[in-house]
């Protein structure tokens, strides 16, 4: 049986992957000034944060065009594709999974399997890459896979250390933001993955002690096991900060994997610059 994998712009794939014959990535749109960007194709991370700088009004995200949707899963079916399963970013941050849901009964020629990873970046990506390691086996069945990533994102974190609350908020991807905006000024908060949406999960004094306590959950009290598992520091824009954050991981044991990697734009608008995030997600 011969399954793709598809997926959005907002995954972090190790490069060792990008070239693989059965990933399709759709990009993800954002609008800064009326002006609608590809992420990954015509707006890098740098030009990203320069332009956020001065724009007049608040970017925005929106989901990849139908259109292209269609034409990619056509053309995957012409191919001589059976199955493909398009692993996407949180229903928390888009309503992408949902609209995936609404179409997929319009192909006859292939089977359409949408995944919610219920996060993003680097815990998605792996995803995606074990589903494709899972795809070279020619008994590979595209329930199989499901059942994997489902498991893979029950042991699924992620944690987010935002420097300024307002993105989210203004957002709306911060659900019990509303409650909560006017005791924080002067704290940083710790966010965090929960089926999907982004919640507070704790509130510190510093940028500092938040990272050093987020560092402190993803070793010692998720369920995933830290010799089992991979981490993904993420930074928006923030690559010192989190060099800092990686070294004191390994610091306190040498033995993790802990991958580097950044928020592409479209994260970067809800969760804005110099934020940090810290995901996990078993290996396998």
């Known amino acids: 049986m011969k399954i793709a994998i598809v997926t959005d712009s907002t995954a972090y794939i190790q490069e060792q992957y990008l070239d693989h014959e059965n990933l399709f990535v759709l990009s993800v749109p954002l609008i800064i000034d009326d002006v609608v960007y590809q992420e990954g194709i015509d707006i890098t991370d740098e030009a990203f944060y320069e332009k956020l700088k001065v724009a007049k009004e608040f970017p925005k995200t929106s989901q990849p065009a139908l259109g292209e949707v269609y034409e990619l899963y056509e053309t995957l079916a012409k191919s001589g594709y059976d199955a ?4 996407h970013l949180s229903t928390g941050i888009s309503g992408f999974i949902t609209t995936l849901n609404g179409i997929s009964k319009d192909f006859s020629d292939i ?3 949408p995944f919610d990873s219920y996060i993003t970046s680097g815990p998605m990506g792996r995803m995606v890459e074990v589903a494709l390691e899972m795809t070279e086996h020619k008994e590979a069945n595209p329930k199989e896979i499901i059942q994997h990533l489902e498991e893979m994102r029950r042991f699924a974190e992620g944690y987010i250390v935002v420097d300024d609350l307002n ?3 203004r957002g709306g991807r911060l659900k019990n ?3 909560i905006i006017g005791t924080l ?3 940083k908060p710790i966010l965090r993955f929960q089926d999907g949406d982004i919640i507070l999960s704790e509130k510190i004094r510093s940028q500092k002690k938040a990272l050093s306590r987020v560092i402190d959950i993803v070793l010692e009290e998720v369920p995933s096991k830290p010799h089992d598992s991979l981490f993904y520091v993420i930074h928006c824009n923030n690559i010192e900060v989190a060099e800092h954050v990686k070294e004191d991981m390994l610091k306190r044991d040498s033995q993790l994997k802990v991958i580097l990697c950044d928020f592409g734009p479209v994260i970067g608008t809800h969760l ?3 934020s940090i995030g ?6 396998k």
């Open 185 to 187: 000024l002067k704290i």
């Open 278 to 283: 810290i995901g996990v997600i078993p290996k």
């Open 177 to 179: 933001g509303a409650a």
């Open 167 to 169: 993105h989210l908020v």
């Open 111 to 113: 089977d359409i399997y």
């Open 84 to 87: 493909v399963i398009s692993i």
């Open 272 to 274: 804005g610059e110099k």
